[in-house]
Structures are given as C-alpha cells and as structure tokens.
C-alpha cells in the first residue's frame, strides 16, 4: 500500500508559474513510473507528463516547454515545474502510480485567471 501526498496548487495569473509535489510514503524505486494528470470540468483525466523506474520522461503536447517533471529520490517525492501558465491548464491535477503500488493521490487544484 502506498499514499500519495500532493501539495503546490493554487491561483495564479496566466504566465505565472506553480511547482507541485507528490510526497509518497515509500521508495519511488518501488513503481513503475510515477506521473502527472489532470481533470477539468466536464473533462476526461488526462497525461500531463510521467517520469519512469529509469528516470525517463513523457509529456503531453500541450504542455512540452512549458511544464518539467523532476524526483527527488531521497525524499520519495516528484515534481511538476509548471511555466508560462494558461488558463486552459486549470484543473485539479493528480499524482498517480503505476505498478505493485498503483495509487492515487488526493489531488490539488490549478487555477489560472486570464
């Protein structure tokens, strides 16, 4: 069993920038990929980016330059370094994993005003 504690959402102004974190309780070595995704309202969940066992990542189009995936293995944690904001990436974003421990955190709210 594994929790996922995710933190970093906010307000922010189109342009703006948020980081976001996922804290999980045991070692991220310990999941297949551990990854970013998105729901807005009316919305499918979505990819945003994930970053692999090896350290490999993926982004979806629309967030490639602008948003960075990035883990901190001596604190289980991952990151979302969010740039150049818009108001389409407004969402609750949610940190998930794959693999023995597949779980999903609580999610955290983005909202960017235009």
């Known amino acids: 069993q594994v929790q996922l504690v995710e933190s970093g959402g906010g307000l922010v102004q189109a342009g703006g920038s948020l980081r976001l974190s996922c804290a999980a309780s045991r070692s991220i070595f310990s999941f297949n990929t551990m990854g970013w995704y998105r729901q807005a309202p009316g919305k499918q969940r979505e990819l945003v980016a994930m970053?692999?066992?090896?350290?490999?990542?993926n982004y979806a189009d629309s967030v490639k330059g602008r948003f960075t995936i990035s883990r901190d293995t001596a604190k289980n944690t991952v990151y979302l370094q969010m740039n150049s904001l818009k108001p389409e990436d407004t969402a609750a974003y949610y940190c998930?994993?794959?693999?023995?421990?597949?779980?999903w955190g609580q999610g955290t709210q983005v909202t960017v005003s235009s």
């Open positions: 970053i692999t066992w090896g350290g490999s990542t």
């Open positions: 998930h994993t794959t693999g023995t421990y597949s779980a």
